[in-house]
């Protein structure tokens, strides 16, 4: 079997058949969460459940603003942790105490690959896994600019049209970073194009899955996995 055809899946059932989910995207930096999965939890907040962007780095006041923007655009609301400075964010007691308290109630939690090049990325990484270190919440891995060739996709959400327009606004508004070369609108394109290939489809976000709560599946997705 081919990597393309294994990674293929059928459509989930539409998200209005099950209830309302609590999501949590978890983001070292404002515009990871954007980067990596903005068209899902997008499409978790246009389908009625609650979605939330834990950002890791809030001591600067600008990027926090531009992220509470982001986080608006996309349906979301943001949460900042204000002693993390990016850069140099560290795996502390008190920073795992303080996602703790935001992903308690979650049923899905999405954050970075550990295998990535950015220090920051994998301490949000390693403070994710601290956190639900007591939980069987779901939990999803998404791919940054810097994550490493370990990141195994194992589910893929359909990039819309509609989903694309959102996440562009969403990150359009960091505009602190507009001359980020990942963040234009080719690459964005560029990615979801080559990740549908693998999966056999025409544009999707790349998640690979860590562990799965046995619960309805609460997105129309093409997947191998729920995220």
Same mark, same amino acid.
């Given at each position: 079997?081919?990597?393309?055809?294994?990674?293929?899946?059928?459509?989930?059932?539409?998200?209005?058949?099950?209830?309302?989910?609590?999501?949590?995207?978890?983001?070292?930096?404002?515009?990871?969460?954007?980067?990596?999965?903005?068209?899902?939890? $997008?499409?978790?907040?246009?389908?009625?459940?609650?979605?939330?962007? $834990?950002?890791?780095?809030?001591?600067?006041?600008?990027?926090? $603003?531009?992220?509470?923007?982001?986080?608006?655009?996309?349906?979301?609301?943001?949460?900042?942790?204000?002693?993390?400075?990016?850069?140099?964010?560290?795996?502390?007691?008190?920073?795992?105490?303080?996602?703790?308290?935001?992903?308690?109630?979650?049923?899905?939690?999405?954050? !970075?690959?550990?295998?990535?090049?950015?220090?920051?990325?994998?301490?949000?990484?390693?403070?994710?896994? $601290?956190?639900?270190?007591?939980?069987?919440?779901?939990?999803?891995?998404?791919?940054?600019?810097?994550?490493?060739?370990?990141?195994?996709?194992?589910?893929?959400?359909?990039?819309?049209?509609?989903?694309?327009?959102?996440?562009?606004?969403?990150?359009?508004?960091?505009?602190?970073?507009?001359?980020?070369?990942?963040?234009?609108?080719?690459?964005?394109?560029?990615?979801?194009?080559?990740?549908?290939?693998?999966?056999?489809?025409?544009?999707?976000? !790349?998640?690979?899955?860590?562990?799965?709560?046995?619960?309805?599946?609460?997105?129309?997705?093409?997947?191998?996995?729920?995220?």
């Amino acid at each position: 079997m081919s990597e393309r055809s294994h990674a293929r899946a059928a459509a989930l059932p539409e998200p209005h058949l099950f209830g309302p989910l609590n999501v949590v995207g978890v983001s070292p930096h404002a515009d990871d969460a954007e980067y990596g999965a903005g068209c899902l939890l $997008a499409a978790y907040a246009a389908a009625g459940h609650r979605v939330t962007i $834990a950002l890791m780095t809030g001591v600067d006041e600008v990027r926090t $603003a531009e992220a509470k923007a982001a986080a608006v655009a996309l349906g979301a609301d943001l949460v900042a942790d204000p002693s993390g400075h990016d850069g140099s964010l560290d795996v502390t007691r008190a920073r795992v105490r303080w996602l703790e308290e935001h992903v308690d109630a979650a049923d899905v939690v999405l954050a !970075p690959h550990p295998d990535d090049t950015h220090q920051d990325h994998r301490a949000t990484s390693a403070i994710v896994r $601290a956190a639900l270190r007591r939980s069987g919440v779901s939990l999803c891995w998404y791919r940054t600019p810097s994550s490493g060739q370990s990141f195994t996709p194992t589910a893929f959400h359909p990039v819309t049209e509609h989903l694309a327009r959102v996440r562009q606004r969403a990150i359009e508004l960091h505009r602190s970073q507009a001359d980020r070369p990942y963040l234009q609108q080719d690459h964005l394109a560029l990615k979801d194009a080559w990740f549908g290939w693998l999966s056999g489809h025409p544009a999707v976000e !790349p998640f690979e899955v860590v562990r799965q709560r046995l619960t309805p599946p609460p997105v129309a997705a093409v997947t191998t996995g729920r995220c």
